[in-house]
Nanobody, 126 residues
């Protein structure tokens, strides 16, 4: 069982940056592939970024490539999402997700994740 707690959301202006954090419980964090998803009002949940167990592989949705960076610190049981050059289209509730995985691969499909956090709101508005 893994519990995930996101933090770092808030209200920012276009062009600003935010760093989201997701703290995981448990002693086997390094055995989990991690991902970030988001859901805007009236829209379906969308994949944002994923990172493998070791952090050696990452994957992003096209709309955030070059602006967002996913990283992890296995010693701190935490995964991060650094978001730069934010725009109003990035407004959403952001969720982190975890899946135990034997291989050091990324997981990009929401349905393949086993554990989810409660979400943190990111609002980009002038």
């Amino acid at each position: 069982q893994v519990q995930l707690v996101e933090s770092g959301g808030g209200l920012v202006q276009p062009g600003d940056s935010l760093r989201l954090s997701c703290a995981a419980s448990g002693r086997t964090f390094s055995s989990y592939a991690m991902g970030w998803f988001r859901q805007a009002p009236g829209k379906e949940r969308e994949f944002v970024a994923a990172i493998s167990r070791s952090g050696g592989s990452t994957h992003y949705v096209d709309s955030v490539k070059g602006r967002f960076t996913i990283s992890r610190d296995n010693a701190k049981n935490t995964v991060y999402l650094q978001m730069n050059s934010l725009n109003p289209e990035d407004t959403a509730v952001y969720y982190c997700a975890a899946r135990w995985l034997f291989q050091d691969n990324v997981v990009v499909t929401g349905g393949d994740y086993s554990y989810w956090g409660q979400g943190t709101q990111v609002t980009v508005s002038s």
